[in-house]
């Protein structure tokens, strides 16, 4: 599909300035479905199902995103392999593991530089000194969780974001109705998550 989608986009806009050339690639490339599967931070993994954002929306959220990981990557108090961000509708949703209350801090002013404001900011930060092996049975059940939404008829064709921290599974993304809000969650319980947090929004109909 992607190689087909870079094919169609060469002939179409072969004569298009450069700098507005890169800018179309990104968002043709979002609207034909040839997103990455990336890991990162606690546990978190992304697909390339279709994503139901706006091609604007979803361009906006990846730069935000792309930046608030470079910063918490060259932030030295801040061990940022223990930690995922999802940028999602200009939401940032924050998972994973910290040492102290300070770290957690450190991570908001952050957010708060790049214009996220505080209540924009939803926090799943846990202040402990995980071991290898907490951390590696979440990366397992995010895994578990995206494995099974792909194999789901409702879901298989939706990006829903997963990270997940000491057992508990976080789900960020859009979804068209409230049978399928329920039933992302309802997997996640059944390959092994103790506790959901389901911030997948509602597709409003216009």
């Avoid at 087909?4 to 700098?19: D, T």
């Avoid at 730069?63 to 910063?71: A, H, M, N, Q, S």
């Avoid at 997940?164 to 993304?173: E, I, K, R, S, Y």
Wanted: charged share 25%; with cysteine; proline share 0%.
């Amino acid at each position: 599909l992607c190689v087909s989608a870079l094919n169609l986009y060469k002939e179409r806009l072969r004569n298009m300035p450069i700098a507005l050339n890169l800018n179309f690639l990104l968002l043709f490339l979002l609207s034909s479905g040839c997103g990455t599967i990336f890991t990162s931070g606690a546990s978190h993994v992304t697909t390339s199902a279709i994503d139901k954002r706006t091609y604007l929306d979803q361009w906006e959220d990846s730069i935000l995103g792309k930046k608030l990981r470079l910063e918490l990557m060259n932030a030295k108090d801040i061990r940022s392999n223990t930690i995922s961000v999802i940028v999602f509708l200009k939401k940032a949703y924050l998972t994973g593991i910290v040492r102290n209350n300070e770290e957690a801090y450190q991570i908001f002013k952050i957010c708060n530089k790049f214009g996220i404001t505080d209540s924009d900011v939803i926090s799943n930060l846990v202040v402990d000194e995980t071991s290898f092996g907490r951390q590696s049975a979440d990366a397992l059940i995010t895994t578990k969780i995206k494995t099974a939404y792909l194999a789901d008829k409702e879901l298989s064709t939706i990006n829903i974001h997963v990270a997940t921290v000491n057992g508990m599974a976080v789900l960020v993304g859009l979804v068209d109705t409230k049978e399928q809000w329920k039933r992302a969650k309802k997997i996640a319980i059944n390959v092994g998550a103790k506790k959901v947090k389901n911030y997948i929004l509602l597709v409003q109909k216009k």
